[in-house]
């Protein structure tokens, strides 16, 4: 998996990396999935023992589809206002939306690995990015996680991959024409 692109979403704000095996960058790529009856409905009977392992009170694959649904509608909006009030408000940033993504971080990183989740408290939706300024973001991807941790499943190893090569790439000063590089220099 190679980054291939970046793509605004909110300029000066808040981007998204797009991978050679992606038709789309993360940001569209993971709001179509999550609002795409079909594939909740496969992602949700495919994972329906994580669904109704008690963690989410035990709901069921219809009502799951529905909340996935509108609270990714929520989660996008909310992003894009926050994105945009950052620009003019320093105590309304992105930085206030996203959390490290470690739940203790020891101290504030370079290019720290962040997530945000859906409204709903407790949510299943994660968005997942690399934090470059107060309210600069650089989404790497997104999921929805069902289990305690991320170690639990592939489609969740495979976000940390993402932001592990993501970080890797902004760390990386000797390569500096890969597209993301024109973000922070």
Known sequence: MEIIDTF????DCLYAVQY???DVNEFRRIFDLWRDAEYLE???ETHKSDLRSGFWRTVSVV???LQTRNEANKLEKELIE???DGKEDQYNTLSALFKPLHDHPTRLETFEKNKVTGEEKPSWLRIYAIR???NLFL???GAIKLTKTMNDRDHLLKELEKLDLVQK???DEENPDLPIFELIF
């Open 63 to 65: 009502d799951a589809i």
């Open 42 to 44: 496969d992602f949700f």
């Open 8 to 11: 605004k979403i909110v300029e």
């Open 139 to 141: 989404i790497t991807g």
């Open 132 to 134: 470059i300024e107060a």
């Open 82 to 84: 926050i994105a945009e």
């Open 169 to 171: 790439c902004l760390q």
């Open 20 to 22: 050679d095996t992606e």
